[in-house]
């Protein structure tokens, strides 16, 4: 029979250790398909994050060891919290309540994580110091990640100097290694930073509050993962922008996914380059000169269609 479930002790919010010891509470069915089948798992503490906040939760192994040394190796697919707070860990193997578990959270997972979620942080606060834009939304994606703006009144679009200019300005922060802290505070506290404009909006919920602080720049109500100080975001790119229905969108990405991007978009320029026996910076006038040659040729083959019809007729 399954033990009495208690909300698990998040141990990313007091350290950024990956790996863990803990208990299992709770055990529950989620489907099955023949030999196949999912079930949820939940500990009294864990260092996984679920998903929540623009942020994707975190993934990686359980490990539970018999009496006997023999060890059971379970992959955490997926994590959730529910909505009494508990959080769920989604595995392929069941795990009996009571059983004691080590846990490895994925590291190069959990970094990528923080680096962009902490890099949107910065730059939503960039966007709103150096051109009034207030993020409505944020999306952290496998891919890619964009935060949703909302212009400051009489402004119609970014132009591609403003979005240097945020560019340049979270970069120099990053530069600066300032400190990201975190802390809690009850509601009335929360409700007077508010007021006084030292936090933008509140979760719609009762406190306590958890606060990320990053030293000299805003303190955001926040319950994701963050790196320990600006350094570690890493170099901050902005990728595009587009019009969306409630503002416009930008893509970004930070750290080691910006150079992974960096370094497959200079490979796609090179292969291109090479196809075109040109040098990598040639290629826009050489792509240009190639559709004005097509532009010509299909005036010609079109006179020369129209000369042949009036040959026949």
């Known amino acids: 029979m399954a033990a009495v479930a208690t909300v698990a002790e998040r141990l990313y919010y007091a350290s950024a250790a990956l790996d863990f010891e803990a208990t299992v509470t709770d055990i529950r069915l989620v489907s099955r398909e023949g030999a196949d089948a999912l079930w949820q798992v939940a500990l009294d503490k864990t260092a996984f994050y679920p998903e929540g906040g623009g942020q994707p939760w975190d993934t990686g192994v359980l490990i539970a060891t018999a009496k006997s040394g023999a060890t059971l190796e379970v ?22 309540a009571g059983t004691e578990v080590v846990g490895y959270v994925d590291a190069a997972r959990r970094q990528d994580h923080e680096q962009q979620h902490s890099g949107q942080h910065l ?14 939304s944020f999306h952290l994606g496998a891919e890619s990640c964009t935060i949703d703006l909302v212009l400051r009144e009489g402004v119609e679009k970014i132009g591609e100097h403003e979005l240097r200019r945020v560019e340049d300005a979270a970069n120099i922060v990053v530069s600066e290694g300032r400190p990201l802290m975190s802390h809690w505070i009850e509601r009335e506290m929360a409700d007077l930073m508010l007021s006084r404009g030292d936090l933008r909006k509140l979760p719609p919920r009762e406190g306590p509050f958890r606060i990320v602080q990053m030293q000299g720049i805003e303190f955001n109500a926040c319950g994701g993962t963050h790196v320990s100080n600006t350094g570690a975001i890493g170099a901050i790119t902005l990728r595009r922008v587009e019009k969306v229905n409630q503002g416009w969108r930008v893509e970004f990405c930070c750290g080691l996914r910006a150079v992974r991007m960096a370094r497959r978009d200079y490979e796609l320029l090179d292969g291109v380059a090479r196809t075109l026996s040109v040098g990598a910076k040639d290629v826009p006038a050489r792509v240009e000169k190639l559709l004005e040659e097509k532009k010509v040729a299909a005036k010609e083959l079109k006179a020369l269609q129209k000369q042949q019809a009036s040959s026949q007729s």
């Open 75 to 96: 992959a955490v697919e997926r994590v959730e919290e529910d909505e009494a707070g508990e959080v769920w860990h989604y595995v392929r193997k069941p795990l009996v």
């Open 123 to 136: 730059l939503s606060a960039m966007f709103l110091r150096e051109i009034g834009a207030r993020t409505v």
